[in-house]
């Protein structure tokens, strides 16, 4: 999965489609992204001894399928590619507008020549 904790992203598909927000949770296992304010449901918590009986509002994951990540530049969803930099670490780049996700400096790049 290409999307990190705190990316800004876009709901591209179902209820909440349009909308942004930040990533606050990612299960790798089941491919699915937590989004703050996004896919709100109500979990209704029953009364006990110490306690009354509430309703709170929860975020619920998404698919990851179904966001995508929004580009620094214009604001608008773009689609990830990697760079590898000269020091040998891989950089999330935006296709859109070729600015860095991650914050690295795009001047870094490594350049590949075969010498014989």
Not at 36 to 47: C, Y
Not at 79 to 96: A, D, F, P, W
Request: proline share 3%.
């Amino acid at each position: 999965m290409k999307l990190k904790v705190n990316d800004q992203i876009m709901v591209i598909a179902g209820k909440d489609k349009g909308k942004t927000g930040k990533i606050i949770r990612i299960n790798h296992k089941t491919n699915k992204v937590t989004v703050e304010k996004i896919n709100l449901r109500v979990k209704h918590i029953k009364k006990g001894n110490d306690r009354v009986g509430e309703k709170i509002t929860v975020e619920a994951p998404l698919s990851a399928s179904n966001v995508m990540i929004v580009d620094p530049k214009s604001g608008k969803p773009t689609r990830i590619r990697y760079q590898k930099l000269s020091t040998g670490k891989k950089e999330r780049i935006s296709v859109k507008s070729g600015t860095s996700l991650d914050g690295v400096t795009q001047s870094n790049t490594k350049t590949t020549k075969k010498s014989k």
